[in-house]
């Protein structure tokens, strides 16, 4: 069987291994926390978005949409390897292959897609698009509207975040979850990357504040974020 196309510009030294091609951002952590979490057997590999890494031909043959984070885990379902793209879907692939993060009874797991869907629809788009105008674009963009809009955006979807944690440790009550490990970068990042935390008001949502700080202190996130080092 041939290899892969990806690993002749990443090349494995672990072929048995998950091999995990990302970056250290909001959406990149997102494997690799899950991976630590979860005590899988995974290989890092740097995709550096800044110099162009995700439009390579090798690249886009495990994501053709550019974006990272993307897998190949080589022990995939009926012993086959599997590649997948996308944030989202990569973390429910793990859950399920590791057992963990995500409850198997289906109530319980649907309330968990509800809130990894939420991340992925809305909390990411927007506040991606927030730390564009606000951070990248204050410069080339005069028009209020976009930051503005972007900005309320943000802010509302904090309050949603805000009133789900009350009298909650995590999104889905005691249990940290795949929802709560694809959310939380996203809302370090506006007070850490986007240096906005002022701007945004981000001390009054308390419930927030808490939540980043129970999960930035598990030791997975520090180890997620190591991996990812260029």
């Given at each position: 069987m041939s290899k892969p196309l990806i690993y002749k510009r990443w090349p494995p030294q672990h072929e048995d291994q998950i091999q995990l091609y990302s970056l250290g951002t909001p959406n990149g952590l997102k494997a690799s926390i899950a991976l630590e979490e979860m005590g899988l057997s995974y290989e890092a590999h740097i995709v550096d978005i800044m110099k162009g890494d995700q439009h390579t031909e090798e690249f886009k043959s495990v994501n053709p949409n550019s974006k990272i984070p993307a897998?190949?885990?080589?022990?995939?379902?009926?012993?086959?390897?599997?590649?997948?793209?996308?944030?989202?879907?990569?973390?429910?692939?793990?859950?399920?292959?590791?057992?963990?993060?995500?409850?198997?009874?289906?109530?319980?797991k649907n309330?968990?897609?509800?809130?990894?869907?939420?991340?992925?629809?809305?909390i990411g788009p927007m506040f991606g698009q927030f730390g564009h105008f606000?951070?990248?674009a204050a410069d080339q963009c005069k028009d209020p509207y976009p930051k503005e809009r972007y900005q309320k955006e943000t802010q509302r979807l904090l309050a949603v975040l805000e009133?789900?944690?009350?009298?909650?440790?995590?999104?889905?009550?005691?249990?940290?979850?795949?929802?709560?490990?694809?959310?939380?970068?996203?809302?370090?990042?506006?007070?850490?990357?986007?240096?906005?935390?002022?701007y945004l008001g981000l001390?009054?949502?308390?419930?927030?504040?808490?939540?980043?700080?129970?999960?930035?202190?598990?030791?997975?996130?520090?180890?997620?974020?190591?991996?990812?080092?260029?």
């Open positions: 897998i190949i885990d080589p022990n995939g379902p009926h012993g086959k390897a599997v590649s997948i793209m996308e944030s989202g879907a990569i973390l429910v692939y793990l859950a399920e292959k590791s057992g963990r993060l995500m409850p198997s009874d289906p109530v319980e309330e968990c897609l509800q809130w990894l869907f939420f991340q992925v629809g809305h606000y951070k990248f009133k789900r944690l009350e009298n909650r440790d995590f999104l889905l009550g005691s249990s940290y979850s795949i929802a709560d490990i694809a959310t939380f970068p996203w809302v370090s990042t506006l007070s850490g990357f986007y240096e906005a935390g002022e001390s009054n949502y308390e419930n927030v504040g808490t939540w980043v700080k129970t999960c930035t202190a598990r030791p997975s996130y520090e180890k997620g974020k190591a991996a990812l080092n260029p």
